[in-house]
């Protein structure tokens, strides 16, 4: 996930009001020159903004190959935060994930889980699934 990428993803999702699952599919890191964003990437999802979508419909969440990075994080932190009825979230691990990056994912996932109560964390890697 790229800095560049998250004025879309809020146009997105205020754009959709009526928003029940969200998934984002995570590209491998392409190397080509990048323009800053216009905005401070650090702070861009602690604003207090929220979107209908969060407050009435958005139950659902789709991470494919969550690697946990510090935007996908900054992200997810948003929608938990946000996301007033959010019962899931499915983190789907990169192909190959060795041991070491797949028991960091995890312990992100479970203290994911613990700044919301109400949903559950699901952590997919092949053909296995770990409920956190």
Not at 80 to 108: H, K
């Amino acid at each position: 996930m790229y800095p560049d990428e998250f004025v879309g993803i809020r146009l997105l999702i205020n754009s959709s009001p009526d928003l029940e699952t969200l998934s984002f599919h995570m590209v491998p890191h392409r190397s080509h020159d990048m323009v800053a964003p216009l905005f401070d990437q650090d702070t861009y999802w602690s604003y207090d903004i929220t979107h209908k979508c969060l407050n009435k419909t958005l139950k659902f969440l789709e991470f494919w190959n969550f690697s946990g990075d510090k935007f996908q994080l900054r992200l997810l932190k948003y929608l938990f935060r946000y996301g007033c009825v959010l019962e899931r979230v499915d983190l789907y691990l990169p192909s190959g994930v060795d041991e070491t990056d797949r028991l960091i994912v995890q312990i992100v996932g479970k203290r994911l889980e613990i700044m919301s109560k109400r949903l559950r964390i699901y952590l997919h890697d092949g053909c296995n699934v770990s409920d956190t």
